[in-house]
């Protein structure tokens, strides 16, 4: 599969912004999706997985509440929505697909998943 994520940008902190993943090659509906964020120096970092469904999702804490993790499977595009943006959010955010069976949010975090696409860069300001 072939993952680009697109949407980022430059936003002052307290904007939203809605990051887009789009995917090509098998059928969307038979992946589960997620994003990753990575800082500058820092390691990667989850921020949120979605079912094949759309029904199961995971947050990382720190987005909890923020952020809004969701699909379009007739689009094969997943989606990113940020509000209330924090200058700690400032990353380069990655989508990324997972094959078999839902794992939990602890599992993509610290194993990651299967197919990863080119970041967006989000930049956001104080």
């Known amino acids: 599969v072939q993952l680009q994520a697109f949407g980022g940008g430059l936003v002052q902190a307290g904007d939203s912004l809605r990051l887009s993943c789009a995917a090509s090659?098998?059928?969307?509906?038979?992946?589960?999706m997620g994003w990753f964020r990575q800082a500058p120096g820092k390691e990667r970092e989850f921020v949120a997985a979605i079912s094949w469904s759309g029904g199961i999702t995971y947050y990382a804490d720190s987005v909890k509440g923020r952020f809004t993790i969701s699909r379009d499977n007739a689009k094969n595009t997943v989606y990113l929505q940020m509000s209330s943006l924090k200058p700690e959010d400032t990353a380069v955010y990655y989508c990324?697909?997972?094959?078999?069976?839902?794992?939990?949010?602890?599992?993509?975090?610290?194993?990651?998943?299967?197919?990863w696409g080119k970041g967006t860069q989000v930049t956001v300001s104080s």
């Open positions: 990324a697909a997972h094959v078999g069976a839902l794992r939990s949010g602890t599992y993509y975090s610290n194993y990651g998943m299967d197919y």
């Open positions: 090659g098998r059928p969307f509906s038979s992946y589960h």
